[in-house]
């Protein structure tokens, strides 16, 4: 079609000849410049394997060339195609009103490289026929929609500016225009060149137009895009529905305009509200899994994204970091990672574990948030249901997980050490306030409607699995206090503990330890289970263990008998001495031994080896060993003689050989002994522990060891004796991976 005949045809008196011209111009020009991929279907391009910035800004292959380079030089205002607006029955005819603004839309994105041509067209049909644009969007004809809002999206791509007044004169926001942001009928067009087929519909083209206002708006711009009942708030509050198709480009391209845009660092609270977030959240559940991941890896990149603009650096290493933005942006990002953590159903789903794990690693603050949204339950009443264990294996792990805030390790200094706050410019904290902050601490840790009582039934319930699930949420909560004291500098030792620990961890607080461990024992004595419950516990494990160990003895003896009598010869030719000097038969009983010896780099969990009950005592002690820790005061209240422990679980009385009860050793589970000694070393350092029993005891054993010739008849079967024991040549394999946590302070 040459230029004359394409002007001939739109002065025709025949409706039907000017849309035919119309027609036949746009597909010329179309091919002339190669833009048939890049146009794509209205303003939607069809290029495959495109980037966001591509598909934002799709380009033609040439410059502006052949019959359109001509008319406009012959029109430079193209003054024949705006009069066509003003023919009489033109609105009427959709199929005519789709051909003229679709041929608008072709010259405007093949013309693009004619910067002032292009923004004379765009501010000549907002000027003179915005009405007549509104009126096309509310027509309720799907293809008039498809082609007006193809012509939108040309103008919006022709300049920064043009975007923004394309955007703000045509107020997209309009009720009148709900219609079009709602998903509707999609049209499916197939492209001659590449035969990719596009299922379009008018909400999809309608967000293209909102990421082109997100990358190149202003602040006035973004007052507008999200007020209530925005353009912006109705597109991304419905996203939840959106087909496979327009998810891949509207999570894209929103991460592409953060990355551009710098003001929208400031608004980060307004794109991803409470009910955007919600909406995100619920694409995890969605039936293709390919969105799930999709959803997935979004929010995972938006947490990238939050953590650079709040200046703690990347989670990841995909990427630049996002700038800053200020005060502004650092209370944008705290609202937006408030959303997120208050939506998440971390609990249920581990990707969406991962983006809060991920999430609290740069904003450590939202933990007592992400705690408080797992108040999910009608009751906390400990009830053995997978909702129930879920949740608190869950709370446990993110006490483990989560760092610690800055604010709460200055409110920490400004209590306890005020010295050391006021060389920081942190004002100190009022005595009477120091107990408050112990409190409140714990209490962040704990979900509302959860307290000291049903924690305490959990500890006391028949049921092994909640027994476990409370034990390591107690034991998560009293290491995360002592985590938090040690990183802020501050020292639970009083007087009486070993004060080089505390230099040797760079503690500000040494003489202070007194008043620091009084309020961390009240405030365990407030929200956590008595020592005295720990104990009962421990009696009932110790009988559960027995009687395991019982059964297997019976069940052992009517079975293997023959072995039990090779084992007895073995038993009778072993001895040993306190020089450790060996007799024959040690080096078996040596190799035996480093079997059940934990393998080097093997992780700290009794969960491994022994019984469940061995496990669950395990547990129990390290829940021990960090009240002794963190509380010694809560320990001592109780009449309870620590060196029991060994006692309980390692028998030897005076009618068993000393080479019998190393044989015996060889059958305990050595994890278990493991932190049976590390109680004990802790109670050592934290307590007043009678190792030699009574003053005429130590003495009498004394006595006795430095006169009888041999030292096994010498002194009572004891604890003291049973260390020994532990401690002698045969049974060193036992804790020699773990020498550097065996050393007795």
Known sequence: ????????????????????????????????????????????????????????????????????????????????????????????????????????????????????????????????HLKALHNQLASGNVELIHSTLGLLLAMA??????????????????????????????????????????????????????????????????????????????????????????????????????????????????????ATVRQLVLLYAHKEESVQQLAHDFML??????????????????????????????????????????????????????VLMALLSVQPHLLTKSIASLSTLKTWEPVATTEYLGIMRFLSQLLRAAGVDAKSKAQLRAAFAPAAAASTGAEPAEKNNQQSIINAL????????????????????????????????????????????????????????NHASAANNNSVVASGGALVEHCVTSAIQTYLPDFQLLVNMRSRFVKLMSEKAETKAVVTATTAAPAQEKEKEVVDDFDFNIDGDETEGTSAVQAEVAKLAPKEGAADSLSGTGTVFESLYGLLLQVVETYLTLSPQSVSQVKFDILRILDDYMSWDNTVSTAQASLAVRKLNPEVLLSILRVLRQATTSLEVRWFGSQDDAVKMLINVIVAEDWRGAIKRSVLAKLMLLAAPAIQSISRSSSAEMDVE
Not at 195 to 215: G, K, P
Not at 234 to 262: C, F, W, Y
Not at 308 to 329: D, I, L, N, Q, W
Not at 458 to 463: P, R
């Open 1 to 128: 079609m040459s230029t004359a005949r394409f002007l001939l045809s739109l002065n025709h008196d025949d409706p039907k000849v000017v849309m035919l011209g119309l027609n036949e111009f746009k597909q010329q020009v179309i091919k002339e410049h190669n833009a048939v991929v890049s146009i794509g279907y209205n303003g939607r391009s069809c290029v495959q394997g495109q980037d966001t910035a591509h598909m934002l800004h799709p380009k033609p292959s040439k410059s502006l060339t052949g019959v359109l380079s001509e008319y406009i030089g012959k029109s430079p205002q193209i003054e024949e195609l705006f009069v066509l607006w003003n023919l009489p029955g033109r609105d009427e005819d959709r199929a005519l009103s789709s051909a003229h603004v679709a041929c608008l839309a072709s010259i405007l994105h093949c013309a693009k490289s004619n910067v002032s041509f292009c923004n004379s067209v765009v501010s000549r049909l907002l000027c003179d």
């Open 157 to 274: 791509r022709s300049s920064e500016q043009n975007c923004k007044d394309v955007f703000q004169k045509l107020n997209l926001s309009s009720q009148a225009l709900d219609a079009v942001v709602q998903k509707g009928k999609a049209v499916t067009w197939v492209c001659a060149e590449n035969n990719q087929s596009l299922s379009t519909d008018s909400r999809l083209l309608v967000i293209l137009i909102v990421l082109l206002v997100l990358e190149a708006g202003d602040e006035t711009a973004m007052l507008e895009l999200f007020a209530e009942r925005s353009l912006m708030r109705k597109v991304m509050h419905s996203i939840g529905r959106d087909s496979t198709e327009t998810l891949n480009i509207v999570l894209p391209g929103i991460l592409h305009a953060l990355q551009r845009n710098q003001i929208l660092n400031s608004h980060l609270h307004d794109i991803f509200d409470g």
């Open 301 to 354: 990149q938006l947490v990238d994204h939050l953590s650079g603009v709040s200046g703690t650096g990347k989670r990841r290493g995909a990427g630049p970091a996002s700038s800053g933005g200020g005060a502004g942006a650092a209370v944008s990002v705290s609202r937006c990672c408030s959303y997120i953590v208050q939506h998440l159903e971390a609990h249920t789903d581990p990707k969406q574990e991962e």
């Open 442 to 497: 714990i209490n962040s840790w704990i979900p509302p409607g959860l307290n000291k009582k049903d924690i305490c039934k959990m500890l006391a319930h028949k049921e092994l699995s909640l027994q476990k699930v409370g034990l390591e949420y107690v034991q998560a909560v009293v290491s995360r206090l002592q985590r938090v004291l040690h990183e802020a500098g501050i020292s639970s030792h009083s007087a009486r503990g």
